[in-house]
């Protein structure tokens, strides 16, 4: 067939049947996330595009925060893959941070001692930019950060991430403890930023209806694992039953699931110990341990009670 009978067929005839293969900004192939090699997710595939904001939806305890800060490199995965730009990486955080990765995590990172100017320009922020972001920050400027409201504070972490021109921005929990009001500017900022911009986003939130009003997707975590994805649109038409279903009530925490794998594989390594131990008195006709089968579970309850005692001295409560 020669050129010209190319000509006599309209580009939209075979539009349909042409494939285009934008390469996506984040993508997580049988992604395992945990911590010390135990898994507290499993399976997440997730994948972000150019331009497009992707919510990250769940109860308490799912796995979220962890598969937020595997994707940005502070954890390493226990298997599966993260690649950005189609390109597996392996890198630590800060530098992916350095290659194009915006991240603003549920405790803000503001420096309390420094202005809100001096904030701003921390790692690299362009102070204009952010203004245009949050134009009410401008009288706020030479305010430190720790007599900054909350929603200032939170204002500044994600006015800095995004003023950096970041290729893709992972934020975790931009509405924890804040008034509606300022979580609608804070996710409109993500959403303009990523039609202007091209940036994508990832957002872990738990109210479901502010992040899927400006989201394009959604992902649903429970228990570690993904299980469900569709269109924010769909999700909102759906938003009662998946709030009956995943969202009410709180997971299992990840420090909980952590224990109780633990103590399950101990029992396991002392029940075969015991057999072999039994073996032993079989085969020899001598007594080799004189440890008693309900030590086990003493040991183990005496470990809890250090644990939740180490837990209060933490948080500043010693009784």
Do not use: C
């Not at 990765?101 to 309390?112: A, K, M, Q, Y």
């Not at 038409?237 to 009410?248: F, M, N, P, S």
């Amino acid at each position: 067939m020669n050129q010209s009978s190319y000509s006599t067929h309209d580009m939209s005839d075979i539009a349909p049947y042409i494939q285009t293969t934008a390469p996506f900004l984040l993508e997580t192939r049988n992604l395992k996330a945990g911590y010390l090699g135990r898994e507290v997710v499993t399976g997440a595939n997730i994948s972000v595009k150019p331009g497009e904001v992707v919510a990250l939806l769940g109860p308490n305890g799912a796995g979220k925060t962890t598969t937020l800060l595997t994707i940005a490199g502070q954890l390493a995965p226990v298997d599966g893959i993260v690649m950005l730009s189609n390109v597996p990486t392996f890198t630590p955080m800060y530098q992916r941070v350095r290659s194009g990765v915006g991240l603003v995590t549920e405790d803000r990172l503001i420096f309390t001692k420094m202005s809100a100017r001096d904030n701003l320009r921390i790692g690299g922020g362009d102070v204009d930019r952010a203004l245009e972001l949050f134009p009410s920050l401008e009288a706020r400027l030479d305010v430190r950060g720790g007599m900054l409201s909350g929603g200032e504070q939170q204002m500044i972490a994600l006015a800095r991430a995004l003023s950096r021109d970041p290729k893709l921005l992972l934020a975790d929990e931009l509405s924890l403890g804040l008034a509606p009001l300022v979580v609608d500017r804070l996710l409109s900022a993500v959403r303009t930023a990523a039609r202007e911009q091209g940036i994508g986003a990832l957002i872990v939130e738990q109210h479901a209806r502010q992040a899927l009003k400006y989201s394009d997707r959604m992902y649903l975590m429970s228990r570690g694992r993904i299980q469900m994805e569709m269109s924010s649109a769909e999700a909102l038409t759906r938003l009662d039953e998946i709030e009956d279903a995943y969202l009410a009530g709180t997971a299992e925490s990840e420090e909980d699931h952590i224990e109780r794998r633990r103590r399950k594989d101990v029992r396991k390594a002392w029940g075969r110990q015991r057999v072999r131990e039994r073996e032993l008195r079989r085969l020899t006709g001598s007594q080799v341990s004189r440890r008693r089968t309900g030590e086990d579970d003493e040991i183990l309850d005496d470990e809890q009670v250090r644990r939740e005692w180490q837990m209060r001295i933490r948080r500043g409560r010693k009784y």
